[in-house]
C-alpha cells in the first residue's frame, strides 16, 4: 500500500472492495491498520457474485468501532450514473 501522504485532510473516505467468501478481503484490514482512520467517516462499497454487503460492514464495525461507519452499498452492475448518484446522497 503507498503511503497516502493527504489522508488527514479528508473527512470522508469512501472504501472499496470485493466481497470474498461473506467478508472484506485481508487487504483491507491491512488498509485500516497502517491508516488511522478513528472519527472519519466511512463509507463501504463492494462488489461480489453471490454475497450481499452487510456480513462485511458487520465485520468491519466490530473490528474498527472508532471508524464513523456509514451504511455500505454493493455496486454489482451499478452505472456511472448509479454511482453518481449514490455518491451525492
Keep these: 500500500i503507498d503511503d497516502l501522504k493527504n489522508l488527514a ?3 470522508t473516505v469512501y472504501l472499496g472492495f470485493p466481497i470474498w467468501w461473506n467478508q472484506a478481503p485481508r487487504l483491507i484490514n491491512t488498509f485500516l491498520e497502517k491508516y488511522d482512520l478513528s472519527g472519519k467517516t466511512v463509507i463501504p462499497f463492494a462488489t461480489s457474485g453471490s ?5 462485511a460492514e458487520s465485520e468491519l464495525r466490530k473490528a474498527y468501532p ?3 461507519w456509514q451504511k455500505g452499498k454493493l455496486l454489482n452492475g451499478a452505472t456511472e450514473e448509479d454511482i ?6
Excluded: A, L
Aim: proline residues 0%.
Design 66 to 68: 472508532d471508524v464513523n
Design 9 to 11: 485532510e479528508y473527512d
Design 84 to 89: 453518481k448518484n449514490w455518491t451525492k446522497k
Design 51 to 55: 454475497s450481499s454487503i452487510s456480513n
